[in-house]
């Protein structure tokens, strides 16, 4: 299970586009608490209010105690001017104690007061208390010293900017679940097109006859779709020129071959004749194994729904209607419902049967469901195992090409074993054959189970 989480999220483009969705999820977050991860700070807007607020007021509290001298009407006066969230008024002494360092967001408060009144250090205190809670307001405290020694003790409610937490709780989980939602939605309609377009080239891979895909999706899914019909097409077209030649000159040979074994009979010598003869037969054989081949590529066979359990047995029968020693493991299943072109499978397993016998003596044949080797999909594992000599390893290979024979002796057009691969990988498949350890020849078809 931890080995397909695996492959699921390092191979497919679902994946990939929640990973890439999510790294630019968490690159905004760390972009937004490096900018605002400060805390509550004051409003840029609202800082200068409140700085120009303070100093007005103190410019107003000392020209009333120049006026009317005592901290009283001062106060009265200054009183007269405040506003909800504002109050001022001038004490004997500050609100605030004397600090030695101050905090960021105070020490810009004072910084700016020091410059718009000339004051000392000393005689401008700030203090900012942030909100603690929703429910709360931020607060801010400032007092100047004024000429005569008093203080102008203001209180304010400064807007501050909202902390980057609480401006994402609900942003953040809602924008992430849509961005995801949609590119969901987008990524799944374009992989249908893509994994659509998938099965349909591994069906046009095994050979059968598939109706132009209908264009959908973005351009670059239509343009794809589009360019796949079009190889489809002239690859039909390339395999039919290529039958139709083939079928043109084995129709053309044959013709030649009836003519010279009219010639043949006139010949004197009966062991030339005979000779001669015999490698007319051979030719006329492997012509019409050519022209068979060339027919089946030409007419591809429909794919329909068959029984392959069912369809060995068939040939078993058969083999053992002609007296032949083939027979079907007892432990293969009942039956195996599979997709295929049963004429052409059912050729080629025939072939690989016949070849047992001819050089096996007999032939036991069995079906399994299997894993391929390679790590991929389950397979349909068909085995046929004779008991001949085998064939040496250097020439496994080789027996699959067309016309090769292993003895001049025997007979055979040697095209068996080549329709009987070509075949199988028409599947979707392969076929090997291996040696039994001196005991005889297996061979291995391996098909795709869906």
């Known amino acids: 299970m931890t080995a397909y989480w695996q492959h699921w999220w390092s191979r497919t483009m679902a994946a990939q586009l929640i990973l890439v969705l999510f790294g630019a999820m968490i690159a905004y977050q760390v972009a937004s608490l490096i900018v605002l991860g400060r805390g509550d700070v004051i409003h840029p807007v609202s800082r200068r209010h409140v700085i120009a607020q303070a100093v007005d007021m103190w410019r107003l509290a000392g020209a009333q105690l120049q006026a009317v001298p005592g901290a009283a009407q001062a106060s009265q006066v200054l009183a007269a001017l405040d506003r909800p969230g504002t109050h001022v008024r001038v004490a004997a002494a500050s609100d605030i104690e004397p600090h030695q360092a101050l905090p960021g967001e105070e020490a810009n408060l004072h910084a700016s007061l020091l410059a718009r009144t000339g004051l000392a250090a000393d005689a401008v205190r700030v203090r900012f208390e942030p909100a603690e809670g929703d429910d709360q307001e931020a607060r801010l405290a400032i007092s100047m010293r004024l000429a005569d020694g008093h203080w102008m003790n203001s209180a304010q409610q400064p807007m501050t900017k909202f902390p980057w937490w609480r401006s994402n709780r609900f942003s953040l989980p809602m924008t992430t679940l849509l961005v995801l939602a949609l590119g969901f939605a987008f990524v799944h309609g374009t992989l249908r097109a893509i994994r659509k377009l998938a099965r349909v080239a591994e069906r046009v891979g095994r050979g059968e006859q598939v109706a132009p895909l209908p264009l959908s999706g973005p351009r670059e899914t239509r343009e794809l779709t589009a360019s796949f019909d079009a190889m489809r097409q002239r690859l039909a077209r390339h395999i039919e020129d290529q039958a139709q030649l083939i079928g043109t000159i084995t129709h053309d040979l044959r013709t030649l071959i009836a003519t010279l074994r009219l010639r043949a009979e006139l010949v004197d010598d009966a062991d030339l004749r005979t000779a001669m003869q015999r490698t007319l037969v051979d030719m006329e054989q492997m012509v019409e194994q050519s022209l068979r081949m060339a027919s089946d590529e030409a007419h591809a066979e429909a794919t329909t729904e068959t029984d392959l359990a069912g369809l060995l047995r068939d ?110 990988e028409a599947h979707g498949g392969s076929l090997q054959l291996h040696n039994r350890g001196g005991s005889g020849l297996r061979a291995v078809a391996l098909l795709p189970a869906s």
Do not use: M, W
Request: net charge positive; proline share 5%.
């Open 315 to 424: 040939i078993a029968a058969e083999q053992g209607a002609l007296g032949q020693d083939v027979r079907l493991h007892a432990t293969a299943p009942a039956s195996v419902p599979y997709r295929c072109r049963p004429l052409g499978l059912r050729r080629a397993l025939t072939n690989l049967v016949e070849n047992a016998v001819r050089y096996g003596s007999r032939a036991r044949i069995g079906i399994e469901h299997a894993r391929a080797e390679a790590g991929g999909g389950a397979v349909l594992r068909i085995v046929i195992d004779d008991d001949g000599p085998g064939i040496a390893p250097a020439q496994l290979d080789n027996v699959f090409k067309p016309f090769f024979r292993l003895d001049r002796a025997v007979g055979g057009t040697g095209l068996g074993l080549t329709i009987a691969r070509s075949c199988v």
